[in-house]
């Protein structure tokens, strides 16, 4: 009898624990995330528990992609500066408090505009002006970090180009408002509220700035989760995070980041959810105009669409192996950030750069009467010979991220630029591959820009090859989906084929350009 009683006891104890154990199972289950959706807290509320991470983001590039005007933001000069441009002198000045610029607003006239946000920290800094409807447009006079100036982008940006009131690029119209063309990226959980029957914009945010939840998605499940005992947090919930950002392919993780960091199309609304990047963004393809034939940077290219073609990403590298994700500083210096993988003894030696390392003796490289400076040491940088760059917004030197080999026949056959000419500007295409050739020898391996430009041709005769190229799971998938989109100046004839293998593609993007460039012609051959 006395067994039965301590067996009943044993099993009412089991009970009474096994139900709440139950339902606290299921309130971290995929059911209950379907049924209690999560919400954006802000950023501060993660500072309590992440103070390591808080301390690397604090002004970094992400902290300060926007914030309001105050002394400890803005790194402009207000103190009645004057900068001068086509004959109009602009002026800078602070008054009770506030910032304000005198400048040529709507239609060309001269007028005294109140800034209310900066936008962005190096090497350069813009600043929005709000006017009705909801507005924040992006002034086109901005400050030069570096060399601590006001400097128009109309110079560089649009030059040769002369911009009138009624152009769509002028600074007040549509080409240069914050909230339709800029805004999404620059601060966290954007929503950019447009009403199209009113044209008002109603555009808010949960942080100003790339927060937290930008890269982690919404965290009040996330505080729910942490709040409960050690022992009683659940393991397989991502700790409550909808975006999971670690134990995760390296292509999903260059995903993530792309949302923002590609060129693209959106697709409305961002939820910073995680989603399939094509649920939300359709990124641009590396091809004229916006980029050079062989897939090198041109215009505003950022970085997805250069790195996604690389070597480095097919073999599964990813962006925090070379940047730190909170402070989004390189986590090593020179040449030390490339030897995390590869071999210092086969190529951080002049047997392979064949120039001089940092701190040897030499002379510079002077070219353009002097302006122009490459000091003894540059030649061996990993990222001058495979990162080379160009200047955007006038003043802001970026890499292209799609990790080349030098290739100066590719400059004489396709006018497309190489690293070395980059350096040694002073002497030809000619030259530079002499030097190559003598040496790493004759061969030289194909290059999908070559039949990238000869498709943009129709050249029948290079056809085998991008069928070829398209095919290959060698083939970058961003490099597959450019092939198949200049493969619509062949006959249909060629390409009907190559399109409806390409449909049942298990790269999301190949099934999309396939899909867009399909023809009436294609259907009929099913």
């Not at 005769?461 to 060698?474: G, K, M, R, T």
Request: charged share 20%.
């Amino acid at each position: 009898m006395k067994n039965w009683k301590i067996t009943g006891i044993i099993a009412t104890a089991i009970l009474v624990l096994a139900i709440p154990l139950y339902l606290l199972k299921g309130y971290f289950s995929g059911n209950h995330a379907i049924q209690k959706e999560a919400q954006f807290v802000g950023g501060k509320q993660c500072i309590e528990c992440h103070e390591p991470q808080y301390k690397l983001w604090k002004d970094s590039n992400h902290d300060k992609a926007m914030d309001t005007m105050s002394e400890f933001t803005v790194r402009g000069d207000f103190n009645n500066a004057e900068f001068e441009h086509n004959g109009f002198v602009h002026r800078f000045y602070k008054k009770d408090g506030k910032y304000f610029v005198h400048t040529l607003g709507k239609d060309g006239e001269p007028a005294d505009l109140e800034i209310t946000y900066t936008f962005g920290t190096k090497p350069l800094q813009q600043y929005l002006i709000p006017f009705e409807d909801g507005r924040l447009q992006c002034l086109p006079i901005a400050w030069d970090t570096i060399a601590n100036r006001w400097y128009h982008l109309y110079d560089s940006v649009y030059k040769g180009q002369d911009i009138k009131p009624d152009d769509w690029l002028y600074w007040t119209n549509n080409g240069q408002n914050w909230n339709g063309m800029c805004a999404e990226c620059h601060s966290t959980n954007l929503n950019k509220g447009f009403d199209p029957k009113t044209k008002v914009f109603n555009t808010t945010w949960s942080d100003i700035d790339v927060n937290c939840e930008a890269c982690h998605g919404p965290g009040s499940e996330h505080l729910e989760w942490a709040k409960l005992p050690e022992m009683a947090r659940p393991t397989d919930v991502n700790t409550g995070l909808i975006v999971q950002t670690s134990n995760i392919s390296s292509r999903k993780y260059v995903d993530q980041c792309a949302y923002c960091h590609a060129r693209r199309s959106g697709l409305g609304y961002y939820p910073n959810n995680g989603a399939a990047l094509l649920d939300h963004i359709v990124p641009g393809l590396p091809t004229p105009p916006n980029y050079f034939v062989d897939g090198q940077i041109l215009e505003e290219d950022y970085e997805h669409g250069s790195f996604t073609q690389s070597k480095m990403y097919m073999k599964g590298v990813k962006c925090n192996d070379c940047h730190n994700v909170h402070s989004l500083k390189l986590v090593k210096q020179g040449n030390d950030l490339c030897l995390q993988c590869h071999v210092r003894e086969n190529y951080d030696n002049y047997n392979h750069t064949f120039h001089k390392k940092i701190g040897e003796e030499g002379k510079d490289l002077v070219l353009q009467k002097g302006k122009k400076i490459v000091e003894v040491g540059e030649g061996s940088l990993c990222i001058n010979c495979h990162m080379t760059g160009k200047y955007y917004m006038g003043v802001h030197y970026r890499h292209d991220h799609s990790f080349r080999i030098p290739r100066p026949d590719l400059t004489i056959e396709l006018g497309t630029p190489n690293a070395c000419n980059q350096c040694h500007s002073d002497k030809t295409p000619q030259w530079s591959l002499d030097y190559v050739t003598k040496w790493y020898g004759e061969k030289k391996r194909t290059h999908y820009g070559t039949v990238l430009a000869a498709a943009r041709k129709g050249d029948i005769n290079s056809f085998p090859q991008l069928q070829s190229l398209v095919e290959s799971d060698l083939t970058p998938p961003i490099i597959r989906a450019s092939l198949l989109e200049m493969a619509n100046s062949y006959p249909s004839e060629l390409t009907s084929n190559v399109y409806n293998q390409a449909l049942g593609d298990t790269i999301p993007l190949v099934r999309l350009i396939a899909m867009n460039n399909y023809s009436t012609a294609d259907i009929a051959n099913l």
